[in-house]
């Protein structure tokens, strides 16, 4: 079974910060992706930035960037800028590919707080 | 861009009552998810469907039983609900099966 960690319950950065969230994951498999989701208040879930384990660029969109590092099994988040509105908790997810409609294992997340 | 649409967003309910979750994916998408968050906690998988058929099913008591239709609408039914089902249940939905879940906004189920 895969399992993720996440290591940093809560952090804390100020507006116009960087700020990176930890995530590590433990697999067998080759071929899987990674995603981190955003839950603000709301708790809406919403997608930040996925990764294909076998792309060894680090996927970025905008703000949002990640440090892939497979042999380390290591995917953390790294958010540029940081605006109060990026308040939320972070989730680390995994998938497997299965050639099946895969699930999402999620880890406990990280709780951050944008101050100004 | 529509989203995936839930309905009820807050239900209600009593114990040993039934309830039933009612999902709309994105519209051309075949392949519908179901999860369950408790209070403080991330979310756990339920159950998938690609193309109408059950995919993949976590820890989803059996007391729950879900299906997707022809329209590729899906459907949550509890039945015997206990204080313990008392969650934020999403539905995701996504392009094939191994593509990115898109996330509704959640049922908010209260058994009281």
């Known amino acids: 079974a895969q399992t993720v960690t996440q290591s940093q319950p809560e952090m804390s950065v100020q507006e116009a910060e960087t700020v990176t969230l930890s995530c590590t994951y433990d697999t067998s498999e080759n071929n899987y992706y990674l995603f981190w989701y955003k839950q603000p208040p709301s708790r809406q879930m919403i997608l930040v930035i996925r990764q294909e384990a076998y792309k060894q660029q680090n996927a970025t969109e905008n703000r949002f960037s990640v440090n892939f590092q497979k042999a380390a099994k290591s995917f953390s988040l790294k958010i540029s800028d940081s605006q109060l509105g990026d308040t939320a908790m972070y989730f680390c997810?995994?998938?497997?590919?299965?050639?099946?409609?895969?699930?999402?294992?999620f880890g406990t997340g990280t709780r951050l707080q944008v101050t100004l | 861009a529509a989203g995936v649409i839930q309905s009820p967003r807050h239900l209600i309910k009593e114990k040993r009552e039934t309830a039933t979750l009612k999902c709309y994916p994105i519209?051309?998408?075949?392949?519908v998810y179901w999860y369950q968050q408790g209070p403080g906690q991330d979310p756990q998988f339920l159950i998938s469907f690609y193309e109408k058929m059950q995919s993949d099913k976590g820890s989803i008591p059996d007391r729950f039983s879900a299906q997707q239709f022809s329209d590729y609408h899906s459907e949550l039914n509890m039945s015997s609900l206990e204080l313990g089902d008392s969650a934020l249940y999403f539905c995701?939905?996504?392009?094939?099966?191994?593509?990115?879940?898109?996330f509704g906004p959640g049922t908010r189920l209260l058994v009281l």
């Open positions: 995701a939905s996504s392009l094939g099966r191994e593509e990115t879940q898109y």
């Open positions: 997810a995994f998938m497997k590919h299965t050639g099946t409609a895969s699930k999402l294992t």
């Open positions: 519209p051309r998408h075949d392949t």
